[in-house]
T-cell receptor
Framework: QQQVKQSPQSLIVQKGGISIINCAYE??????FPWYQQFPGKGPALLIA?????SEKKEGRFTISFNKSAKQFSLHIMDSQPGDSATYFC???????????FGDGTTLTVKP | EAQVTQNPRYLITVTGKKLTVTCSQN?????MSWYRQDPGLGLRQIYYSMNVEVTDKGDVPEGYKVSRKEKRNFPLILESPSPNQTSLYFCASSYNDRGNTEAFFGQGTRLTVV
C-alpha cells in the first residue's frame, strides 16, 4: 500500500511558466512534508518542507501548499527556468509514523 | 562544510563477495538512513537509525545489514551480494525533529554485482 502518491509522473513546462506537482498521503500520523530536487548523477537535495500547522510556505520561487483536510500537498515552481529541470520527490514523515515515505518522483522539463 | 560522505562512489563486485559501503556525516545528526534507487522504482528505504545502537528495517531490508556504533557513521553491509542488488545507493541524515525525514543525502554509490 503506497502511503504517498505523487503526480504527474512527468511534466513539461515552458520557461517562465508555473510547474505544479501534487502529492497525497494517507497516514494521519505524518507531520512533516519535505520536497527534494534531484539532478542526474546527484543525490536528492532538500528543497523546502512544511508542517501541517501552516497552509503555505514560500521560499523564493518555490511554494508548498498544504491541505490538511484533503491530505494533499503540492509544490509550485513559479517562473520556471531550464535549470529547474530535474526530478522532484515529495515525502512524508512523522515522529510517530515510523519511517518516512517518498513519492515516486516527477521528472520536470522546462523548455527554453 | 556540512555533508554526508559515502565511499566508494563506484563499485563492481562479484556475487557472494562481502562488501561494505561506508557513510559518514559531520553534522551531529541523530537520524541516518540508507536508500536504493532503481529506474522506475523511485527511492526505497533499506534501513534507518534513530540514534546510536538504534536501527530498524525500511521497505527493502532483505540482503542488507547495518550498524550504528557511532553517531557519525552508518555503514551498509552486503554479506553475500547478488545481481539484484545492483543499484544506486544513497545514505542520508537529519535531526530527529524532522519527522524521520532526510535533510542531507550523500552523492551516491553505484554498485554493480556480476
Amino acid at each position: 500500500q503506497q502511503q504517498v502518491k505523487q503526480s504527474p509522473q512527468s511534466l513539461i513546462v515552458q520557461k517562465g511558466g508555473i510547474s505544479i506537482i501534487n502529492c497525497a498521503y494517507e497516514n494521519t500520523a505524518f507531520d512533516y512534508f519535505p520536497w527534494y530536487q534531484q539532478f542526474p548523477g546527484k543525490g536528492p537535495a532538500l528543497l523546502i518542507a512544511i508542517r501541517p500547522d501552516v497552509s503555505e510556505k514560500k521560499e523564493g520561487r518555490f511554494t508548498i501548499s498544504f491541505n490538511k483536510s484533503a491530505k494533499q500537498f503540492s509544490l509550485h515552481i513559479m517562473d520556471s527556468q531550464p535549470g529547474d529541470s530535474a526530478t522532484y520527490f515529495c515525502a512524508a514523515g512523522g515522529a510517530n509514523a515510523g519511517k518516512s515515505t517518498f513519492g515516486d518522483g516527477t521528472t520536470l522539463t522546462v523548455k527554453p | 562544510e556540512a555533508q554526508v560522505t559515502q565511499n566508494p562512489r563506484y563499485l563492481i563486485t562479484v556475487t557472494g563477495k562481502k562488501l561494505t559501503v561506508t557513510c559518514s556525516q559531520n553534522m551531529n545528526h541523530e537520524y541516518m538512513s540508507w536508500y536504493r534507487q532503481d529506474p522506475g522504482l523511485g527511492l526505497r528505504q533499506i534501513y534507518y537509525s534513530m540514534n546510536v545502537e538504534v536501527t530498524d528495517k525500511g521497505d527493502v531490508p532483505e540482503g542488507y545489514k547495518v550498524s550504528r556504533k557511532e553517531k557519525r557513521n552508518f555503514p551498509l553491509i552486503l554479506e553475500s551480494p547478488s545481481p539484484n542488488q545492483t543499484s544506486l545507493y544513497f545514505c542520508a541524515s537529519s535531526y530527529n525533529d524532522r519527522g524521520n525525514t532526510e535533510a542531507f543525502f550523500g552523492q551516491g554509490t553505484r554498485l554493480t554485482v556480476v
